[in-house]
């Protein structure tokens, strides 16, 4: 029988100790997203960005799964009650930091119109793609 991993609260902490990570999770918001949407908005190499998702899974903080060739990443509650209240806290108060703003705004515009940022055929985020856009 395995057991299941402990879940690592000072890993947690470091995973939200990062402005790159903080970046991602933000664009996450309540939706699931395709990390080539990660690369075109915060303008960082797919390897960092890969690399970055990887710690944030490896924190418990998000899921990642496998479409075809794309991979789509959310964010998920951790299972420790404390650390899911400080995620929490923290993804509301990304909603008021203006550098985050400005990174949905450019996620809402890439959306729109995936052409123009290089992203024609990119599968759009959820919670774009249950609805239409109403920035267009």
Known sequence: MTRARQFDLPQFFQAL?????????????????CVCYFVEI????????????AYLRNAGIVSAR????????RIVMPPHVGASQVLLQTLDS????KAMQADRAR???ACC???RYALDGAPLPTAVAEQSCEVC
């Open 66 to 73: 496998r479409e075809g060739k794309w991979m789509h990443y």
């Open 113 to 115: 119109s995936p052409a």
């Open 17 to 33: 100790g990062d402005t790159t990570r903080l970046r991602l999770l933000n664009l996450m918001g309540e939706q699931e997203i």
């Open 42 to 53: 915060l303008g960082a190499p797919q390897p960092k960005i890969s690399r970055h998702l």
């Open 107 to 109: 996620l809402t515009k």
């Open 94 to 97: 990304l909603k008021e930091d």
